[in-house]
């Protein structure tokens, strides 16, 4: 994907606005080639955008038991069936922000938007997969007590 991003963005190189910043527009090529691929392969949408190093590995000692691995692979799971019920919008600027340690601003200028609006997106997000989660493991999260 990243030479197809490199293509793309040289075929719409004259569309760039040279008093944008470069790096929000190729993240835009970039997040549209992602899209576009998760359509076509109906790939797991976290699994494009979630960084080589923050993917889990079975040399992490919680992943050595199987008791361990199975509810991991279990909550990624139910993770991309929540993913997969929020807005694009939602979905985008949760993966960008939380997956991939981007900031509102660097969000707000890829996606065209503002940073206050993508921080409305990203708690709505947040609100909508915490609910979502807490539905599929009320039996397994540990209950809070009176605060």
Request: glycine content about 2%; overall charge positive; some cysteine.
């Amino acid at each position: 994907m990243l030479q197809t991003t490199f293509l793309e963005a040289h075929r719409c190189l004259e569309r760039y606005v040279a008093d944008r910043p470069f790096r929000a527009w190729l993240n835009g090529i970039a997040i549209n080639i992602s899209r576009r691929h998760r359509r076509s392969q109906a790939r797991r949408f976290w699994q494009l955008l979630l960084p080589a190093d923050k993917t889990p590995t079975l040399r992490e000692p919680t992943l050595r038991d199987p008791e361990h691995r199975a509810m991991a692979q279990e909550l990624s799971h139910s993770l991309y069936q929540a993913m997969t019920q929020l807005a694009p919008g939602m979905r985008t600027v949760f993966a960008l922000h939380d997956l991939n340690d981007m900031g509102l601003t660097e969000i707000a200028e890829t996606i065209d938007s503002t940073p206050q609006a993508v921080w409305m997106q990203l708690q709505r997000a947040r609100t909508h997969l915490r609910k979502q989660l807490a539905r599929r493991w009320q039996d397994t999260l540990p209950q809070e007590g009176p605060r």
